[in-house]
């Protein structure tokens, strides 16, 4: 990766595997690499070089459409930002994935999922009416209403006080330990990664430890 004249090695030779059903951690301060990593994981960059494969198949030789359908389908995203459109209810923030291509029964799916994170009572507030760690658990919804094999959150307690922080990462672990999703936190706080059954940690683009 560039930086003027200046090349940087995000990523310098890192070689894991994450396997079904996995709940991992990955920790670094900021410029370790983690959210470069993240987003190859997510199939929202490729790797310059290497190789990485999702379900045996190399990420690097698909076209963006196939990455496209990755994404939408076997990934769930979830933010440290809500990313909510306030105007929408909770409800109809959930649904909006599933605009996009032909997905039966939304409403059903939407509620569902709603029902999951613990909001059944709130499909029809808005994020205005929801506090942090409800808007939150909406963006978890909406990331697990396709159904992905895989839920990636990026620092996904970073804006929550720690109260809402640990409900959060009680409905991640409940999903993992009950529903077999696949769970990947980024985060920098030790408190979070504590969660995870394995921590990988990096520095300077380089995994320094890989612990379960």
């Given at each position: 990766?560039g930086?003027?004249?200046?090349?940087?090695?995000?990523?310098?030779?890192?070689?894991?595997?994450?396997?079904?059903?996995?709940?991992?951690?990955?920790?670094?301060?900021?410029?370790?690499?983690?959210?470069?990593?993240?987003?190859?994981?997510?199939?929202?960059?490729?790797p310059?070089?290497?190789?990485?494969?999702?379900?045996?198949?190399?990420?690097?030789?698909?076209?963006?459409?196939?990455?496209?359908?990755?994404?939408?389908?076997?990934?769930?995203?979830?933010?440290?930002?809500?990313?909510?459109?306030?105007?929408?209810?909770a409800?109809?923030?959930?649904e909006?994935?599933?605009?996009?291509?032909?997905?039966?029964?939304?409403?059903?799916?939407?509620?569902?999922?709603?029902?999951?994170?613990?909001?059944?009572?709130?499909?029809?507030?808005?994020?205005?009416?929801?506090?942090?760690?409800?808007?939150?658990?909406?963006?978890?919804?909406?990331?697990?209403?396709?159904?992905?094999?895989?839920?990636?959150?990026?620092?996904?307690?970073?804006?929550?006080?720690?109260?809402?922080?640990?409900?959060?990462?009680?409905?991640?672990?409940?999903?993992?330990?009950?529903?077999?999703?696949?769970?990947?936190?980024?985060?920098?706080?030790?408190?979070?990664?504590?969660?995870?059954?394995?921590?990988?940690?990096?520095?300077?683009?380089?995994?320094?430890?890989?612990?379960?």
């Amino acid at each position: 990766m560039g930086a003027g004249t200046i090349q940087v090695r995000a990523l310098d030779g890192v070689s894991i595997d994450i396997h079904d059903g996995e709940y991992v951690a990955i920790m670094g301060a900021s410029g370790s690499g983690k959210s470069t990593l993240m987003n190859i994981i997510g199939c929202l960059d490729i790797p310059t070089t290497g190789t990485y494969h999702i379900d045996g198949q190399a990420v690097e030789s698909m076209s963006n459409d196939h990455l496209a359908d990755i994404r939408s389908r076997k990934v769930g995203f979830v933010f440290q930002t809500h990313n909510l459109l306030p105007r929408l209810t909770a409800l109809a923030n959930v649904e909006l994935p599933m605009m996009y291509g032909h997905w039966p029964n939304r409403r059903k799916r939407a509620e569902n999922a709603l029902t999951l994170v613990g909001l059944a009572d709130r499909t029809h507030h808005r994020p205005t009416e929801l506090s942090g760690g409800q808007q939150q658990r909406v963006g978890i919804a909406r990331a697990l209403v396709k159904e992905p094999s895989v839920l990636l959150a990026d620092e996904p307690t970073g804006n929550l006080d720690t109260s809402n922080s640990a409900e959060i990462l009680n409905i991640i672990s409940d999903l993992n330990h009950e529903n077999g999703i696949t769970v990947i936190v980024v985060t920098h706080e030790p408190d979070v990664a504590a969660r995870a059954d394995r921590v990988i940690t990096l520095s300077d683009g380089r995994v320094i430890s890989d612990e379960t």
